[in-house]
């Protein structure tokens, strides 16, 4: 069992940034990995960018150029570092734990880009 919290999404205009945070309860060593997703308004949820216990990261092509994923593991904390924000970014963004064959999700954090 693992539980994640987001936090850090807000109102941002057009090419802004912000950094969100997703804490989980136990070591990221002892999660296989720890991915973000998010969702827009009447659109299924997408994969953004994943990092593993190893450190080893994975982004979906589109965002590979302005969104940055990295982790402080002294605080079981993983970070979405999203640069040049467009209003197609807006979205509740989710954080999603995996250990073995098990998904733990988080509530998720809502991100609004005004143009």
């Known amino acids: 069992q693992v539980d994640v919290a987001e936090s850090g999404g807000g109102l941002v205009q057009a090419g802004g940034s912000l950094r969100l945070s997703c804490v989980a309860s136990?070591?990221?060593?002892?999660?296989?990995?720890m991915g973000w997703y998010r969702q827009a308004p009447g659109k299924q949820r997408e994969w953004v960018a994943s990092?593993?216990?190893?450190?080893?990261?994975n982004y979906a092509p589109s965002m590979r150029t302005r969104f940055t994923i990295s982790r402080d593991s002294a605080k079981n904390t993983v970070f979405l570092q999203m640069n040049g924000l467009t209003p197609e970014d807006t979205g509740v963004y989710f954080c999603r734990a995996r250990v073995i064959n098990s998904d733990y999700w988080g509530q998720g954090t809502q991100v609004t880009v005004s143009s």
């Open positions: 136990r070591s990221l060593f002892s999660i296989n990995d």
């Open positions: 990092i593993t216990s190893g450190a080893y990261t």
